[in-house]
């Protein structure tokens, strides 16, 4: 290797040369700090959305368990730079945070009770988050405009103001909202992970077809779905009740009896006429129970993996999909293969 290249090659390395320009037009950086990955994922995709619109570069947040996990560990960053500007979080902060977003000028924004103050770091997950980034915090801006509002927003705060816009949580509505659905197309999984994913498909199933279940029945749910009732939308109801639905949610929706998983599921299995299963649960799988009734024929297999993402992938390639029409984990997997064409069912629904 000629000299100057192994020199140059060393720089970039090491971060002498840095391999992002500023972007003068701004960038926005927030936490994902709501829950788990269903509602982390629903944020991302309108906070994607919001920087878009507001036309400054999208400073790509960790997911939260309970460290930050990078963005690109989970997922790609190239298909998203289809859709708009990006940059990994470790790399702003490695490479243009010191010199344009300085330790002693680092503002935060939130939102603040009327004439009150709102705070960026109080409490896990958020003053883990920023920690582990090494952000302090300056000063707070309570926010004077509506994320919704994204003109009125680009003229409250324009970039030669204020050039990076760091907001104590997703600039996003939950459940996500209709018109950000199509960009689940832009989130595909890291190499690693789906290298992960394929792994599992082929040594459970052969990588012979397979319907994916997933069952949300633990106590906290149970406790959750209570809330339910009388409710025209709950979470991520709009999956499958649609975004304008102005009926109440069908009592068995939420929390589906286990005479209604055993129905949809051999409905489901028949129709299909696949001979593998896959269940994706919080706390009881059922197994014995739909053995009974899908018989000694149909090969049923619950993973249990280290991620729970892992159990994502492995829905969203199922033949068909039977899920929790208020499960944001749920929505996870239907917002892929409503992408991809694919076929999903709701239990209490279908």
Same mark, same amino acid.
């Given at each position: 290797?000629?000299?100057?290249?192994?020199?140059?090659?060393?720089?970039?390395?090491?971060?002498?040369?840095?391999?992002?320009?500023?972007?003068?037009?701004?960038?926005?950086?927030?936490?994902?700090?709501?829950?788990?990955?269903?509602?982390?994922?629903?944020?991302?995709?309108?906070?994607?959305?919001?920087?878009?619109?507001?036309?400054?570069?999208?400073?790509?947040?960790?997911?939260?368990?309970?460290?930050?996990?990078?963005?690109?560990?989970?997922?790609?960053?190239?298909?998203?730079?289809?859709?708009?500007?990006?940059?990994? *979080?470790? @790399?702003?902060?490695?490479?243009? %945070? /010191?010199?344009?977003?300085?330790?002693? &000028?680092?503002?935060?924004?939130?939102? =603040?009770?009327?004439?009150?103050?709102?705070?960026?770091?109080?409490?896990?997950?958020?003053?883990?988050?920023?920690?582990?980034?090494?952000?302090?915090?300056?000063?707070?801006?309570?926010?004077?405009?509506?994320?919704?509002?994204?003109?009125?927003?680009?003229?409250?705060?324009?970039?030669?103001?204020?050039?990076?816009?760091?907001?104590?949580?997703?600039?996003?509505?939950?459940?996500?909202?209709?018109?950000?659905?199509?960009?689940?197309?832009?989130?595909?999984?890291?190499?690693?992970?789906?290298?992960?994913?394929?792994?599992?498909?082929?040594?459970?199933?052969?990588?012979?077809?397979?319907?994916?279940?997933?069952?949300?029945?633990?106590?906290?749910?149970?406790?959750?779905?209570?809330? *339910?009732? @009388?409710?025209?939308?709950?979470? %991520? /109801?709009?999956?499958?009740?649609?975004? &304008?639905?102005?009926?109440?949610?069908? =009592?068995?929706?939420?929390?589906?009896?286990?005479?209604?998983?055993?129905?949809?599921?051999?409905?489901?299995v028949e129709e299909t006429k696949v001979k593998h299963l896959f269940i994706a649960t919080d706390q009881r799988n059922l197994m014995n129970e739909l053995r009974g009734v899908l018989g000694p024929e149909i090969n049923i297999v619950h993973l249990d993996p280290h991620l729970p993402i892992i159990d994502i992938g492995i829905l969203q390639k199922s033949e068909h999909f039977?899920?929790?029409?208020?499960?944001?984990?749920?929505?996870?997997?239907?917002?892929?293969?409503?992408?991809?064409?694919?076929?999903?069912?709701?239990?209490?629904?279908?």
């Open positions: 290797m000629a000299l100057w290249v192994w020199i140059v090659t060393l720089l970039f390395v090491t971060g002498i040369i840095a391999t992002h320009h500023w972007d003068e037009n701004g960038y926005v950086l927030f936490c994902l700090c709501m829950g788990r990955f269903g509602n982390q994922a629903d944020h991302f995709l309108g906070g994607l959305s919001f920087t878009k619109a507001v036309n400054r570069t999208l400073v790509l947040p960790a997911f939260r368990t309970y460290i930050n996990v990078p963005f690109d560990e989970w997922f790609k960053v190239e298909p998203l730079e289809e859709y708009h500007r990006v940059i990994l *979080a470790e @790399d702003f902060m490695a490479e243009l %945070a /010191s010199e344009h977003w300085p330790v002693g &000028k680092r503002t935060g924004f939130c939102y =603040a009770p009327r004439g009150g103050t709102c705070e960026m770091k109080n409490g896990n997950p958020f003053t883990n988050f920023w920690d582990e980034y090494g952000v302090d915090f300056d000063e707070i801006h309570p926010l004077q405009a509506y994320y919704a509002d994204t003109q009125n927003f680009m003229d409250v705060y324009p970039p030669e103001k204020y050039p990076v816009l760091a907001l104590r949580g997703a600039p996003a509505v939950f459940p996500v909202a209709e018109k950000d659905v199509p960009l689940q197309k832009y989130l595909q999984w890291s190499d690693k992970i789906q290298d992960e994913i394929d792994h599992h498909i082929h040594k459970l199933f052969n990588n012979d077809l397979y319907v994916g279940i997933h069952l949300r029945n633990g106590a906290d749910w149970k406790r959750a779905c209570e809330h *339910a009732k @009388d409710q025209i939308r709950y979470m %991520a /109801s709009p999956q499958c009740l649609g975004y &304008k639905n102005y009926e109440k949610l069908p =009592a068995n929706l939420c929390y589906p009896s286990t005479t209604e998983v055993l129905r949809l599921t051999k409905k489901v039977i899920g929790n029409c208020v499960s944001s984990f749920t929505a996870s997997v239907t917002r892929d293969r409503l992408v991809k064409e694919k076929p999903t069912s709701f239990w209490g629904y279908s």
